[in-house]
T-cell receptor, first 112, second 120 residues
């Protein structure tokens, strides 16, 4: 699976959009970009995933560049409850196993 | 709530004791994963089941660790002769495969709340 690079930490004011970047320059054609977040002492929570088109759901939007070497997770109106560690994961299909390889993620702090 | 559940949520044990954790996946999910997370790190893959078959094990899964999923539903993870280095959060996730065409998976893993183990 391709390696990802994320900033260690970011701050965002409540009510503003939080834009979390992720670099995955070695991504290959059949690898998806997944985003999970982990609020303190809880299990990771799935947010969104995409292959090459931009995706949006009730939680967030995922913007993937045309060359697929980077992506941005957008939380449109961040709240204090969005304070968490956000993980960007690139995962391919290996036939049977499809484990997730987590990095250290981006710690997002939403402030008043 | 029909999410992934794990029991116990917390476990404190003395070095050398055996411990067992249980994971109940989302009912229609045939894949089940175990991960381990130490402080300040992201979760690390341990092992994976498809139905009752254990299909992959990480090198992190030493011979003191054993996982089972006897009927393809719930799973147990046992650690024998615990060591202080086993202190961590043990996470379970489940999924069902979803093909997006051309063999590319859209599988999404859903995690439980984890079992936090402290070995004294």
């Amino acid at each position: 699976d391709a390696k990802t690079t994320q900033p260690t930490s970011m701050d965002c004011a409540e009510g503003r959009a939080a834009n979390l970047p992720c670099n995955h320059s070695t991504i290959s054609g059949n690898e998806y970009v997944y985003w999970y977040r982990q609020i303190h002492s809880q299990g990771p929570q799935y947010i969104i995933h995409g292959l090459k088109n931009n995706e949006t759901n009730e939680m967030a939007s995922l913007i993937i560049t045309e060359d697929r070497k980077s992506s941005t997770l957008i939380l449109p109106h961040a709240t204090l409850r969005d304070t968490a560690v956000y993980y960007c994961i690139v995962r391919g299909y290996t036939g049977t196993a499809s484990k997730l390889t987590f990095g250290t993620g981006t710690r997002l702090q939403v402030t008043l | 709530d029909t999410g992934v559940s794990q029991n116990p949520r917390h476990k404190i044990t003395k070095r050398g004791q055996n411990v067992t954790f249980r994971c109940d996946p989302i009912s229609e999910h045939n894949r089940l994963y175990w991960y381990r997370q130490t402080l300040g790190q992201g979760p690390e893959f341990l092992t994976y089941f498809q139905n009752e078959a254990q299909l992959e094990k990480s090198r992190l899964l030493s011979d003191r660790f054993s996982a089972e999923r006897p009927k393809g539903s719930f799973s147990t993870l046992e650690i024998q002769r615990t060591e202080q280095g086993d202190s961590a959060m043990y996470l379970c996730a489940s999924s069902s495969p979803g093909l997006a065409g051309a063999g590319v998976t859209k599988e999404t893993q859903y995690f439980g709340p984890g079992t936090r183990l402290l070995v004294l």
